[in-house]
């Protein structure tokens, strides 16, 4: 996994609530290997209507924010489906975090497995942070993990907040298997001390 | 005195193998499912070379891209469809997992089937890589979905990590009124806090309705949790549970029966524990609901009208409310009565078990489906069990398509069975987001007997006003 360190990147907003992993990753692509052609699925049915004709009121197909990194969205991102899918789409086509006042509970989670950073603000500040983008000509946000701060023109710095073990695993790019492997012993003993009472499990 | 405890707290506690320096939890997970879509967690184990630690713990079920209309493998709608099977499959075997196939009347829904075979227990750890896992609390377990690397985890440690959720409690107290189904509480929840009001949460529903509910409702209730952006839902075990429990396949026998017993009764909130937030509904104010929008939280009693933007004080609620209108295609201000639809599904994780379709089959008999309404049973066991009750020629006599083969089908259409571009259809599933039941699909949740209502008369219907004497 990609750590996360510090990104200044072009930023994007996506004004809207409840945006839900079907919304991100459409169902008739789950199927699909992660190959190539996993990114162009990202939206897909915001971005094109039926002919397969693109949207021009969405924001990844505005040219100013199709080279965007970073996601400024609305309450209750990446909802429903449990998809990692969803996130793959994402960190495939560049995006590397989405800053929302809130997420669903699994996309926020899987998104630490893939070195996606979703960042959690007041929506007041979001809304700050959407208008600007919407007002800049090329609006960029800087974000440093290390020190949980984000910064762009119109806010200039301000501090988020991240579970310490979540922060450290993106800031070292920490495979999870690799570090329960650490916890070996514990595991045994567990199942060796704490399952013997459960036969009937 | 020890700090009274939740249920959460208890289940939470007894698997608990280590914390970490930054609060995480290392969780011991008893029990998982796999199906089709897990294909990715397998390529990840397969990347690392390593083995299922415990492959006695999983399940390997195919139910989202499994045909309905048989158990064949040219049943299935396409070639691709039948590969992602065999791949499940092959996982399986390598794995040496338990696995449910085609042909296999054990055969179902994930979240049909793990509570019917006795697979999921009270006081259990449950995950599986599909969000409406938290259906198995109804039986008093931890259990909620996780994404394809958790899955791949769980595989190789038979453990995750978790940070300590918030706990919810939610009482429904009173009485239900008739007619009012599971589906009805969960949406009047649902709406009462809204799709991201559980976020972070573990809810507990509680209270009398609550306990009043046959196992099938709690599964229906605690089904619908992550529709309030809970990761999961729980209901503390009682009588009702362990009758509904004994006896089935994979559920403790004789010694371990009555130790499994003693353990299970411990497993309730006690009295004083501290929730972080704290609902109560009153039961005889739900009615039969309907959701009308793109969210599940866009749920308004039968009786009631499309909301109308210009009544909507917030500019951006404002648009929101408009794009919602837009998609679905109705006029603010219009009765939802008077809404016409093109087709209903009735099945899925959230309503398909035996009650539900005898709910649907009551509405049915006798009368004729003026749309194509499709009844998907959620196992192979339950399709049998409508049969010795003869429900499915209740529904075929009036008209409905009775599939004979169980699984996920027009709930997220990825089998095959989808719902037409503009095509408005009555879904006893979860999910009325945009595009969910196939692209530009316009979907209206409700009960299996609102369900069969809006079947027999081509509209959204109050099951109330259908009422025989």
């Keep these: 996994m990609v750590p996360f ?124 942070l959407q208008q600007f983008l919407i007002n800049e000509a090329a609006p960029e946000i800087t974000i440093d993990l290390e020190s949980e701060q984000i910064f762009c023109e119109a806010t200039s710095w301000v501090k988020f907040d991240i579970d310490p073990h979540r922060r450290e695993r993106l800031l070292k790019g920490l495979d999870m298997v690799d570090y329960t492997q650490q916890f070996g012993e514990a595991i045994n003993r567990y199942e060796r001390d704490c399952l013997v009472d459960k036969k009937w499990l | 005195m020890t700090k009274p405890k939740t249920l959460l707290d208890k289940i939470w506690k007894r698997h608990e193998i280590t914390i970490n320096p930054a609060g995480q939890s290392l969780l011991f997970i008893d029990r998982h499912f796999c199906h089709e879509l897990s294909f990715h967690a397998f390529n990840m184990l397969e990347k690392r070379k390593m083995k299922v630690r415990h492959p006695s713990r999983t399940i390997a079920v195919a139910d989202h891209y499994t045909p309905t209309t048989g158990e064949d493998a040219r049943d299935f709608k396409s070639l691709d469809r039948f590969k992602l099977y065999n791949t499940l499959k092959n996982n399986a ?91 009805d509480i969960a949406l009047s929840i649902i709406r009462h806090i809204g799709a991201a009001g559980g976020t972070g949460h573990v809810i507990e529903y509680a209270g009398p309705v609550i306990s009043s509910l046959s196992i099938e409702e709690r599964l229906t209730v605690c089904n619908m949790s ?135 089959a009551a509405v049915a008999k006798g009368r004729a489906a003026c749309v194509h309404s499709i009844v998907v049973p959620g196992s192979g066991l339950i399709k049998k069990q409508a049969e010795i009750e003869g429900l499915d020629k ?42 969910r039941q196939g692209p530009d699909a316009r979907t209206h949740l409700t009960g299996p007997a609102m369900a069969a209502a809006a079947a027999v008369t081509g509209k959204l219907t109050d099951v109330r006003s259908l009422q025989r004497n």
């Excluded at chain 2, 499994?260 to 104010?285: C, N, P, R, V």
């Design chain 2, 394 to 435: 209740i529904f075929i006599e009036a008209g409905f398509d009775w599939r004979p083969a169980a699984g996920c089908s027009m709930c997220v259409g990825v089998n095959g069975d989808l719902v037409s571009p503009k095509e408005r259809c009555v879904s006893t599933s979860n999910r009325n987001f945009r595009g």
């Design chain 2, 93 to 183: 075997l390598e794995h040496n997992l338990n696995f449910l196939g085609l042909g296999d009347q054990r055969r179902g829904i994930i979240h049909v089937i793990g509570p019917e075979q006795g697979f999921s227990l009270p006081g259990t750890t449950i995950v599986c890589g599909d969000s409406h896992t938290a259906t198995h609390g109804a039986l008093g377990a931890l259990a909620f979905g996780i994404g394809a690397s958790d899955v791949s985890h769980v595989l190789a440690t038979q453990t995750l990590w978790q940070p300590k959720p918030k706990k919810m409690r939610v009482i429904v107290k009173g009485f239900r009124p008739a007619y009012v189904s599971a589906k």
């Design chain 2, 226 to 360: 992550i529709e309030a952006g809970a990761r999961a839902g729980m209901i503390a075990p009682d009588e009702t549970t362990y009758k509904w429990i004994e006896g089935r396949p994979h559920a403790p026998k004789n010694d371990n029966w009555k130790e499994a017993l003693s353990a299970w009764t411990l497993l309730k909130t006690d009295e004083g524990a501290i929730f972080d937030k704290e609902y109560e509904i009153d039961g005889q104010l739900i009615t039969p609901m309907v959701t009308w929008g793109t969210s599940p939280e866009d749920a308004l009693p039968i009786t009631g009208l499309v909301p109308d933007p210009l009544e909507e004080t917030n500019a951006e609620k404002r648009a929101n409310l408009k794009r919602k209108l837009e998609y679905m295609e109705l006029k603010p201000g219009t009765s939802l009565t008077d809404i016409t639809v093109d087709r209903v599904f009735i099945g899925s994780c959230t309503n398909s078990r035996i009650e539900d379709l005898r709910e649907a």
């Design chain 1, 5 to 128: 360190k510090t990104l200044k990147a072009l930023a994007a907003p996506l004004n809207q609530d409840n945006i839900d992993t079907d919304q991100i990753l459409p169902a008739r692509f789950l199927m699909m290997p992660r190959d190539q052609k996993y990114r162009t699925y990202l939206f897909r049915d915001l971005r094109e209507d039926n002919n397969g004709l693109q949207t021009p009121d969405f924001f990844l197909n505005q040219k100013k924010f199709s080279k965007a990194q970073i996601i400024v969205a609305g309450r209750n991102f990446g909802c429903g489906s449990s998809r990692e899918g969803a996130v793959f789409t994402l960190v495939d086509s560049g995006f590397r975090s989405v800053i929302a006042p809130s997420f669903g509970d699994i996309f926020y989670n899987n998104s630490f497995n893939n070195g996606l950073l979703p960042i959690v603000l007041p929506e007041s500040l979001v809304k700050e």
